[in-house]
Structure formats: structure tokens, C-alpha cells
């Protein structure tokens, strides 16, 4: 759980169930407050959490949505997602290890939601999937989703160097990645795909702000979207 979200007093598996579902809880009534006050509504049929973990926020939206599917790369966090899953009749956890999102139908999806999870995603990979995000939506659906970009003396950091000073460090212990990407480049993963960003905002990354800033993004698919 406190790979999922670090907060720093839950350091050392101080997280329990009760606690850490409940976050999921208040974030999505927080996305769902900032649609509200955008005048966004999305359909309640089906919707897709991408880079689930072990379900923080697949739990959540499933008190909204008819359906729920939750999807990661990692086979241990399906795993503990599905120990965890308290409404087996209205979620599915998927492992997807593939740069692109094929497995899943084209053009089912009225909510698409992703935060914390694309930022440890190589850029390569993250622009494939953001592409397809599109994809995915019924025309009018909704993807919500956060991102990072790197600001400051980390703009002149390759990836691949960060990742060496992280691999140095950790002394071969796992550790956990962040790569940025940047608005303008969210922006053309869109460009020409029926799927306008209606909103856009960029906040202090908490903690990190001398390296990285936090990007939220909402994107409607057109109604006559194909």
C-alpha cells in the first residue's frame, strides 16, 4: 500500500485497509466535484482505472459505475487487488504488459481515470497509452488523468541518467522510477483524435517541487467521435 501512496508517516506498512480505501474514497469525490464545477457529467456505465494498483480508486468508482475495469502492469499489485476487491460482481483487475491498450474494447468507456500511476511509465510508453485512452472512449465519454513534468534543473536530466543515480543509490534495492512528460507533448497525443483537452491544470508536485510539477488533465471524446 505505501508504494501505491507514499505518504511518509505510513512508511514501514503502517497503512491498514480501512484507511487506505478511504482515501480512494475522497479522491474520487474530489475528481467528481471538480467535473461537477466544470459542468461535466459523465455517463455511469463503464469505466476504466489505468494503472489500478491494488484498487484504491477502481474500489471507489465502482460505487459510481455499473461496471469497473482496473488495469496494471504489475502482476503482484492485480494480485492484491483482487485479495481486496469488495465488489467481485462489478470490477475486473487485468495485467497488461503490452505498450498499447488493444486487449480492451474500443469505444466502451464513459470515465477513464488515471492518477499517480502514468508517471512511472516511460514516455514512450506513456504517449501510447494516452493515444489510446482515446480510443477507448464513447463518444462524449470523459478521461481524466494526471502526469508530471519535470521543472527546473531536472529539465536538463536525461531519464536515463536519473534512473543510474537511483539505481546507485537504492544498492540494488527496488526502487521507484518517475518520469515526466511534458503538456506539450499530452497535447499531441490528442491532436486529431476527436478527443479535445477541455481542462488543463498544473500544481507543485508535493515535495518535489524544485524537480517536478503535477499536471491534471480532463479530455472529452466528441460527441460524433468515432
Known amino acids: 500500500m505505501w508504494v501505491v501512496l507514499t505518504d511518509p508517516e505510513k512508511k514501514g506498512n503502517r497503512w491498514n485497509e480501512a484507511d487506505f480505501f478511504a482515501t480512494g474514497r475522497t479522491e474520487i469525490d474530489g475528481i467528481f466535484a471538480q467535473l461537477q464545477a466544470s459542468g461535466i457529467s459523465p455517463e455511469l456505465g463503464r469505466a476504466l482505472d489505468f494503472g489500478c494498483g491494488v484498487g484504491r480508486l477502481t474500489q471507489a468508482l465502482a460505487a459510481r459505475f455499473k461496471f469497473v475495469d482496473g488495469v496494471d502492469i504489475s502482476a503482484s499489485m492485480i494480485g492484491h487487488a483482487e485479495k481486496f476487491n469488495r465488489l467481485p460482481d462489478r470490477v475486473k483487475y487485468h495485467v497488461n504488459v503490452k505498450p498499447d491498450l488493444a486487449a480492451f474494447p474500443t469505444g466502451q468507456y464513459d470515465f477513464i481515470c488515471s492518477v499517480i500511476a502514468l508517471q512511472h511509465t516511460p514516455p514512450r510508453f506513456q504517449r501510447g497509452y494516452l493515444a489510446d485512452f482515446c480510443r477507448l472512449l464513447r463518444p462524449g465519454g470523459i478521461a481524466y488523468f494526471q502526469s508530471i513534468h519535470a521543472v527546473g534543473w ?64 480532463i479530455v472529452r471524446k466528441a460527441a460524433g467521435g468515432g
Open 154 to 217: 531536472r529539465r536538463w536530466v536525461p531519464d536515463w541518467a536519473a534512473d543510474f543515480i537511483r539505481k546507485q543509490r537504492s544498492q540494488g534495492r527496488a526502487f521507484i522510477p518517475l518520469y515526466g512528460l511534458p503538456p506539450s507533448q499530452v497535447r499531441q497525443c490528442f491532436h486529431g483524435q476527436d478527443c479535445p483537452i477541455i481542462k488543463f491544470e498544473s500544481t507543485g508536485y508535493g515535495g518535489w517541487e524544485s524537480r517536478y510539477a503535477s499536471d491534471r488533465f
